[in-house]
């Protein structure tokens, strides 16, 4: 017959056991933690791995004469560039028959004519002349360089022949191949080939829709909060605008537009894909941030200020304008950060009012068709072409840091404004 | 041209402040208000007149105009062809007007573009001199007002508070107008579609109700099965982001360092603030993927857009706010709670689990309701799976849709606005709005329950 073990035994197990659960919920909690971070630094690593290729690009240097014959002084603008691009590549290989000179001009990005236009019409001092240029190869040469073709692989399973990869490893060892740094992607527009599309089109249209965002939802924001805080001391009506402005805050983004699209668009008519009406989409979308940010500002302003000011015989406007909104700035500013974050990468109601449209030239004015960062970035990750995927992974680093940037300038304010206390 | 003359009367109100305060200053401590008032009240009388004529004038101009053009055409051109060719019309006469050249048009018409570009240019100048006279008129008669009498800063104050007002109601107008163009559209939607076989049909294929040949509304619009994909994705989200967001709220308020501290709760806020195109391109990159990888290597057939992929990937987006909002009510509960569980003798995890999450329950049930109204509401992480067949599956591994996809998806195309597609865009959105209303409602009575607890 066993007996029972003594009572202090059984007592040391049942506290080893309940230790045990308090050691296993820290753990799974710094577990936790460490997954979530690490997930969301693995995901970035990730990015900036796709990224690589896009920043640099392969260009091959081609000697293009400017023939005066085809190109005329007097009118450089209707010269026939494409025929001097396929002397240009002709002239790479010139012990080549003539019947190669298409193939040869396939190692170019299609993009060359417009280039070496832009280039002759800046500066027409170049027509009799010879002009060497480092002109961006196409994608699948660009592939090829950066040895992500398998060249065992049998022909037809790639795109380019034999014949292909001869007539480029010969320029590579003439000297003519070089890897630069890719600038094009921040001054360039879009483009249908991805080694001469950029980014400058949706900074642009990024920008304008930013900067007309915060024009419309900083002072209807304030204001609002304002009203709110300092003048209506809990009436009915600003218990429904703040209950209202709680409920906007969380509305899905897409919806906001549906109503960009139903009311801007339709109902005023105003251009669809254009920085105006993303701004001012935007700007309904952010403005419950702003509201709430700043309400919750003023409402940290003690009331002894208030009360001094009123006691010298100061209005309600000139205490609120001179006194509490000065020392509310700091949190304002926090508002205004937020709402540059949400403007900026907010990608989904752009979709519906035309924001993804495949624009090329770079908007000059708000009514103007164009692209956002974050709908250019959905534009290029969906293209089956592989330079296109590296291009959108560079833009989400470029919007990363455009949202570190400005909310840096924000931070930088903020401390300003919090030491003139 | 209203652009720049809008900004001209700015200008010019500009300078008017700065007259008012001039001519306010030699009037010492007898005024009644300061100087500055009276330059701003100066400021407001001349612009307000100047921009209230503007943009009225803007805005009558071109009915006004048309109408006239109407009416000189030759009786009987016009009536035979009814308001459809009427618009036709004025759209080429207008197409004229500004330059454009366009062939096989009558004699009539081309004469009518002339006149209507001529008008333009009269009205042009008409509203130049109109406004010209205004900002002068209304200076000189509000400068005769300017005394040492005048109640300037009342006046101002007054100004200021309608413009307060006209600023609050921005708010209060976007929610109407979010209402009434979703509903003006689900009605009309629901005019092709009934309502019960729009929300209980498991039919779903918008593309088909477009051919000429078939009536809108023989079943393609039955959303039930893409509102069980938008449940499937919310609920893998919650899966992930629920267990672990608790744990690291846990974690954070009751166990790490203050060191851990200081560093890990920065780093989830920057988490939170990461664009949701950053999370679909990661989705679509690497997490889709790997979850494709790992399931061959199990044996299973994964699609490469499974709403397992979508669903974590959103789960780890909204895992942030879950984790913030527990950590606010965790720390929300009394300290006394804390020390006297502590007291008797429980462990840490005992204080947790018996004593504080039963305290934070609803602020952390409020912070759940929020995420899950972003995770129904996401829209771009779960564009990965747009353009896919909507069926009632629940097989995470398979591909799905969600209710914003559909929404995205149908509006891609540039569809005329009263077809069937479009509506059931916005059937779809005020479903949208309605279901993330009642969570968000929900959620901020909760979590403001459990702050006034903690504040009594």
């Given at each position: 017959?066993?007996?029972?073990?003594?009572?202090?035994?059984?007592?040391?197990?049942?506290?080893?056991?309940?230790?045990?659960?308090?050691?296993?919920?820290?753990?799974?909690?710094?577990?936790?933690?460490?997954?979530?971070?690490?997930?969301?630094?693995?995901?970035?690593?990730?990015?900036?791995?796709?990224?690589?290729?896009?920043?640099?690009?392969?260009?091959?240097?081609?000697?293009?004469?400017?023939?005066?014959?085809?190109?005329?002084?007097?009118?450089?603008?209707?010269?026939?560039?494409?025929?001097?691009?396929?002397?240009?590549?002709?002239?790479?290989?010139?012990?080549?028959?003539?019947?190669?000179?298409?193939?040869?001009?396939?190692?170019?990005?299609?993009?060359?004519?417009?280039?070496?236009?832009?280039?002759?019409?800046?500066?027409?001092?170049?027509?009799?002349?010879?002009?060497?240029?480092?002109?961006?190869?196409?994608?699948?040469?660009?592939?090829?360089?950066?040895?992500?073709?398998?060249?065992?692989?049998?022909?037809?399973?790639?795109?380019?022949?034999?014949?292909?990869?001869?007539?480029?490893?010969?320029?590579?060892?003439?000297?003519?191949?070089?890897?630069?740094?890719?600038?094009?992607?921040?001054?360039?527009?879009?483009?249908?080939?991805?080694?001469?599309?950029?980014?400058?089109?949706?900074?642009?249209?990024?920008?304008?829709?930013?900067?007309?965002?915060?024009?419309?939802?900083?002072?209807?924001?304030?204001?609002?909060?304002?009203?709110?805080?300092?003048?209506?001391?809990?009436?009915?009506?600003?218990?429904?605008?703040?209950?209202?402005?709680?409920?906007?805050?969380?509305?899905?983004?897409?919806?906001?537009?549906?109503?960009?699209?139903?009311?801007?668009?339709?109902?005023?008519?105003?251009?669809?894909?254009?920085?105006?009406?993303?701004?001012?989409?935007?700007?309904?979308?952010?403005?419950?941030?702003?509201?709430?940010?700043?309400?919750?500002?003023?409402?940290?302003?003690?009331?002894?200020?208030?009360?001094?000011?009123?006691?010298?015989?100061?209005?309600?406007?000139?205490?609120?304008?001179?006194?509490?909104?000065?020392?509310?700035?700091?949190?304002?500013?926090?508002?205004?950060?937020?709402?540059?974050?949400?403007?900026?990468?907010?990608?989904?109601?752009?979709?519906?009012?035309?924001?993804?449209?495949?624009?090329?030239?770079?908007?000059?004015?708000?009514?103007?068709?164009?692209?956002?960062?974050?709908?250019?970035?959905?534009?290029?990750?969906?293209?089956?072409?592989?330079?296109?995927?590296?291009?959108?992974?560079?833009?989400?680093?470029?919007?990363?840091?455009?949202?570190?940037?400005?909310?840096?300038?924000?931070?930088?304010?903020?401390?300003?404004?919090?030491?003139?206390? | 041209?209203?652009?720049?003359?809008?900004?001209?009367?700015?200008?010019?109100?500009?300078?008017?402040?700065?007259?008012?305060?001039?001519?306010?200053?030699?009037?010492?401590?007898?005024?009644?208000?300061?100087?500055?008032?009276?330059?701003?009240?100066?400021?407001?009388?001349?612009?307000?007149?100047?921009?209230?004529?503007?943009?009225?004038?803007?805005?009558?101009?071109p009915a006004?105009l048309d109408r006239l053009l109407l009416a000189g055409l030759p009786a009987g051109s016009v009536d035979a062809i009814g308001t459809g060719g009427r618009a036709l019309v004025l759209a080429q006469i207008h197409a004229l007007a500004e330059g454009r050249a366009l062939p096989h048009l009558d004699a009539v018409i081309v004469e009518a573009g002339a006149r209507l570009s001529r008008w333009r240019e009269?009205?042009?100048?008409?509203?130049?001199?109109?406004?010209?006279?205004?900002?002068?008129?209304?200076?000189?008669?509000?400068?005769?007002?300017?005394?040492?009498?005048?109640?300037?800063?009342?006046?101002?104050?007054?100004?200021?508070?309608?413009?307060?007002?006209?600023?609050?109601?921005?708010?209060?107008?976007?929610?109407?107008?979010?209402?009434?163009?979703?509903?003006?559209?689900?009605?009309?939607?629901?005019?092709?579609?009934?309502?019960?076989?729009?929300?209980?049909?498991?039919?779903?294929?918008?593309?088909?109700?477009?051919?000429?040949?078939?009536?809108?509304?023989?079943?393609?619009?039955?959303?039930?099965?893409?509102?069980?994909?938008?449940?499937?994705?919310?609920?893998?989200?919650?899966?992930?982001?629920?267990?672990?967001?608790?744990?690291?709220?846990?974690?954070?308020?009751?166990?790490?360092?203050?060191?851990?501290?200081?560093?890990?709760?920065?780093?989830?806020?920057?988490?939170?603030?990461?664009?949701?195109?950053?999370?679909?391109?990661?989705?679509?990159?690497?997490?889709?993927?790997?979850?494709?990888?790992?399931?061959?290597?199990?044996?299973?057939?994964?699609?490469?857009?499974?709403?397992?992929?979508?669903?974590?990937?959103?789960?780890?987006?909204?895992?942030?706010?879950?984790?913030?909002?527990?950590?606010?009510?965790?720390?929300?509960?009394?300290?006394?709670?804390?020390?006297?569980?502590?007291?008797?003798?429980?462990?840490?995890?005992?204080?947790?689990?018996?004593?504080?999450?039963?305290?934070?329950?609803?602020?952390?049930?409020?912070?759940?309701?929020?995420?899950?109204?972003?995770?129904?509401?996401?829209?771009?992480?779960?564009?990965?799976?747009?353009?896919?067949?909507?069926?009632?599956?629940?097989?995470?591994?398979?591909?799905?849709?969600?209710?914003?996809?559909?929404?995205?998806?149908?509006?891609?195309?540039?569809?005329?606005?009263?077809?069937?597609?479009?509506?059931?865009?916005?059937?779809?959105?005020?479903?949208?709005?309605?279901?993330?209303?009642?969570?968000?409602?929900?959620?901020?009575?909760?979590?403001?329950?459990?702050?006034?607890?903690?504040?009594?």
């Amino acid at each position: 017959m066993t007996s029972l073990p003594p009572p202090d035994v059984r007592r040391d197990a049942r506290r080893r056991r309940r230790r045990a659960v308090d050691v296993w919920l820290r753990r799974l909690g710094a577990g936790a933690v460490v997954f979530a971070l690490g997930l969301a630094g693995l995901m970035l690593t990730a990015i900036i791995v796709a990224s690589l290729p896009a920043l640099t690009q392969t260009t091959v240097r081609v000697d293009f004469e400017i023939d005066p014959t085809l190109v005329s002084a007097t009118d450089p603008a209707a010269g026939d560039f494409r025929a001097i691009v396929a002397r240009g590549a002709a002239a790479l290989f010139p012990d080549a028959p003539p019947a190669e000179a298409s193939a040869a001009q396939r190692i170019l990005t299609p993009a060359a004519t417009r280039i070496l236009r832009q280039e002759v019409l800046r500066n027409p001092d170049l027509i009799g002349r010879r002009l060497a240029l480092a002109v961006p190869a196409a994608g699948p040469y660009d592939q090829l360089a950066r040895d992500h073709v398998d060249r065992q692989a049998p022909e037809t399973r790639r795109q380019l022949d034999d014949a292909d990869i001869a007539r480029f490893d010969r320029l590579t060892a003439d000297g003519r191949v070089a890897r630069s740094l890719n600038f094009g992607l921040l001054f360039n527009g879009d483009s249908r080939f991805p080694e001469v599309a950029g980014l400058a089109g949706a900074i642009t249209g990024s920008a304008m829709a930013l900067a007309i965002c915060l024009a419309i939802c900083l002072p209807i924001g304030i204001a609002t909060a304002i009203l709110m805080v300092e003048f209506a001391p809990r009436n009915r009506l600003t218990v429904v605008i703040e209950a209202n402005v709680n409920n906007l805050a969380a509305v899905p983004p897409i919806l906001y537009g549906l109503l960009g699209l139903a009311v801007f668009i339709t109902c005023f008519g105003l251009p669809r894909s254009s920085p105006l009406v993303a701004g001012m989409v935007l700007a309904l979308m952010t403005l419950p941030t702003v509201v709430i940010a700043t309400s919750l500002a003023l409402r940290r302003v003690p009331m002894a200020i208030r009360e001094a000011g009123f006691a010298v015989g100061a209005s309600r406007y000139q205490v609120v304008l001179h006194h509490v909104l000065p020392l509310a700035l700091p949190g304002i500013l926090t508002g205004a950060i937020a709402a540059i974050s949400q403007a900026l990468g907010e990608a989904a109601p752009l979709l519906l009012i035309g924001m993804n449209a495949f624009v090329t030239s770079v908007p000059h004015g708000v009514t103007e068709a164009a692209t956002t960062l974050p709908t250019q970035i959905l534009l290029w990750s969906e293209s089956p072409q592989p330079g296109f995927v590296a291009r959108a992974a560079a833009a989400i680093l470029v919007l990363l840091a455009s949202l570190v940037a400005l909310n840096g300038i924000a931070v930088l304010l903020r401390h300003r404004a919090e030491r003139r206390r | 041209m209203p652009g720049s003359l809008i900004l001209s009367t700015l200008l010019f109100a500009a300078a008017a402040f700065f007259l008012g305060r001039a001519a306010a200053r030699p009037f010492g401590t007898g005024a009644r208000s300061r100087p500055v008032y009276h330059g701003a009240l100066l400021a407001l009388w001349v612009a307000l007149p100047g921009l209230a004529v503007t943009v009225a004038w803007a805005l009558a101009q071109p009915a006004l105009l048309d109408r006239l053009l109407l009416a000189g055409l030759p009786a009987g051109s016009v009536d035979a062809i009814g308001t459809g060719g009427r618009a036709l019309v004025l759209a080429q006469i207008h197409a004229l007007a500004e330059g454009r050249a366009l062939p096989h048009l009558d004699a009539v018409i081309v004469e009518a573009g002339a006149r209507l570009s001529r008008w333009r240019e009269i009205g042009r100048l008409a509203l130049f001199a109109t406004v010209a006279a205004t900002l002068l008129v209304s200076f000189l008669v509000a400068r005769t007002r300017i005394t040492p009498r005048l109640h300037a800063r009342a006046a101002v104050e007054r100004a200021l508070t309608v413009g307060l007002v006209v600023c609050a109601s921005v708010a209060l107008l976007t929610t109407v107008a979010l209402l009434v163009a979703l509903l003006r559209e689900t009605v009309e939607f629901f005019r092709l579609v009934p309502p019960a076989e729009f929300l209980f049909g498991t039919n779903w294929d918008p593309q088909v109700a477009f051919r000429s040949d078939q009536i809108a509304g023989t079943g393609a619009f039955g959303a039930a099965s893409v509102f069980a994909g938008t449940l499937l994705v919310a609920a893998i989200a919650m899966a992930v982001a629920v267990p672990l967001g608790l744990l690291i709220a846990i974690h954070l308020v009751e166990y790490a360092r203050p060191g851990t501290r200081a560093w890990a709760k920065p780093a989830l806020e920057i988490l939170a603030g990461v664009p949701t195109v950053a999370y679909f391109f990661a989705a679509l990159l690497a997490v889709a993927p790997a979850i494709q990888h790992a399931g061959r290597a199990l044996g299973l057939v994964v699609s490469p857009n499974s709403a397992l992929a979508v669903g974590l990937v959103t789960g780890i987006m909204i895992l942030p706010l879950v984790s913030s909002l527990a950590d606010d009510a965790l720390r929300a509960v009394p300290q006394d709670l804390r020390q006297a569980s502590l007291a008797v003798g429980a462990t840490r995890a005992e204080t947790v689990l018996h004593v504080l999450l039963p305290a934070a329950m609803p602020g952390i049930l409020g912070g759940v309701l929020l995420a899950l109204s972003r995770a129904v509401g996401e829209t771009m992480i779960v564009l990965m799976a747009a353009g896919l067949v909507a069926t009632i599956s629940l097989d995470p591994l398979g591909t799905t849709t969600t209710v914003t996809v559909q929404i995205a998806t149908l509006l891609a195309v540039d569809a005329p606005f009263d077809d069937p597609r479009t509506l059931a865009a916005y059937a779809l959105g005020l479903t949208l709005f309605v279901v993330t209303f009642g969570l968000n409602l929900l959620a901020l009575r909760l979590v403001r329950r459990a702050s006034r607890t903690d504040a009594s």
